[in-house]
């Protein structure tokens, strides 16, 4: 019944959510979001250089976390960067109900980079979000029935957060710029 409620969460509110699905690259994009796991208690460094790398290129970042525990583990209760949520933040069948991601969902964003590479491993609350957040292009790893993603990376042929992350600059970076895309294709012919 759980599940039930879980699909059904997730189908009503992308009923209501019309997307207007556009690629953007980072010369283009004003507002990204980023989702990510808290593993063992550790923000992922990775979200701290994305961050700070949107930061400098003038585009707006929000970021929200989801840490699988009652509470937020000490070392992360001073972190201001990042938005973090816990169990206790879930309802009854694991939708969110935190201020801050209700705050993030309102957002509107040109890209939503989803930092979760593991379907075994892939928690509900975090899906909910990616797949009902009001973003133009969603990027992800996890390929899962009905993921949300205009833009797959595949998270298999690299085996780290960092090395996926590499591959996500990558593709924005190359996005709507013709003379990167035939640069990129010149290399691959090459290999």
Request: net charge positive; glycine share 4%.
């Amino acid at each position: 019944m759980r599940n039930w409620f879980r699909k059904y969460a997730i189908v009503s509110r992308k009923k209501r959510l019309v997307r207007n699905k556009q690629f953007y690259s980072f010369d283009t994009a004003k507002t990204v979001g980023v989702t990510f796991k808290v593993e063992e208690g550790v923000v992922p460094p990775e979200v701290f250089s994305m961050r700070n790398f949107l930061l400098k290129r003038k585009i707006r970042c929000s970021t929200i976390g989801y840490c699988d525990s009652k509470t937020l583990p000490d070392e992360l209760k001073n972190i201001s960067s990042v938005e973090l949520f816990t169990r206790t933040d879930l309802n009854w069948y694991g939708r969110p109900v935190a201020e801050n991601v209700n705050k993030f969902l309102q957002g509107s964003y040109d890209i939503v980079i989803d930092f979760c590479r593991e379907a075994e491993k892939y928690p509900y609350p975090l899906k909910y979000i990616v797949s009902t957040v009001q973003a133009s292009m969603i990027i992800g790893g996890v390929l899962y029935p009905r993921c949300p993603y205009d833009l797959i990376v595949d998270a298999q042929q690299v085996c780290d957060t960092s090395g996926y992350i590499e591959q996500v600059r990558h593709y924005i970076s190359i996005i709507n710029r013709p003379q990167a895309m035939q640069e990129a294709g010149e290399q691959s012919i090459a290999s």
